[in-house]
């Protein structure tokens, strides 16, 4: 009787080591299969996320490239040359007396009558991003004029307001009271960018010239000295 006892202990005793390794072996692979199961989450939230942004981001580029349109909708084509009226014979050409310069807070009355330049960055600008610049120019400076003190956020928010995402404004900084930034405007195989200078008193916006192609280089821009 005491055999059978101790045999009966040892065999319970081993079923009980099998059922606790079958029921770790069992919670092993549950425990595996949640993570698995768990993981496609993540990486879907992720990727609607990108796919949210990308959207925004496409959307912000369109409403830029409709604004663009807009504001040159009375321009020549992209890439038309710009033709100067024939100078009378003996006479050098010249811009008619009290024109603007091109980029400033434009005269009372009206928009600002483009002018063709026969210096400066702009005489490197075909017809319609000529043309553009100072539609571009006039918009810019009323709109940032009226800001007392135009501090970055101030005039990102302007700029903003008028069309001009963030991915076009460069170089925007404070120095002192004054504020400056580049704008960023080719489109279409051409080189237009506005520089601007802002310090709540003085607001100026000139027409620059960028490299047609490769990444928006402040650096290689060619403005007015």
Request: hydrophobic share 35%; with cysteine; charged share 25%.
């Amino acid at each position: 009787m005491k055999r059978t006892q101790t045999w009966v202990r040892t065999v319970d005793t081993k079923m009980r080591g099998r059922r606790s390794t079958l029921a770790m072996t069992t919670l092993a692979v549950l425990t595996l299969a949640a993570c698995g199961s768990e993981q496609p989450g993540p990486r879907g939230e992720r990727g609607s996320s990108a796919d949210a942004v990308s959207a925004r981001s496409d959307a912000g580029d369109a409403a830029f490239i409709k604004m663009l349109d807009e504001v040159a909708r009375e321009c020549p084509p992209p890439g038309a040359k710009r033709e100067s009226p024939p100078a009378p014979v003996g006479e050098a050409p010249t811009a008619p007396a009290g024109a603007p310069p091109g980029a400033t807070v434009p005269p009372p009355g009206g928009a600002v009558e483009p002018v063709a330049p026969t210096a400066g960055p702009e005489v490197e600008l075909d017809a319609r991003d000529w043309c553009a610049g100072v539609q571009h120019e006039q918009r810019v400076a009323e709109a940032v004029l009226q800001l007392k003190q135009p501090d970055p956020a101030q005039v990102r928010k302007v700029l903003n307001g008028l069309g001009y995402i963030d991915e076009r404004v460069h170089g925007l900084r404070q120095s002192a009271a004054v504020t400056t930034f580049v704008i960023d405007l080719r489109v279409k195989g051409g080189r237009l960018c506005l520089d601007g200078t802002a310090n709540g008193d003085l607001t100026e916006v000139e027409a620059c010239v960028a490299p047609k192609d490769g990444p928006f280089d402040i650096a290689k821009l060619h403005r007015r000295s």
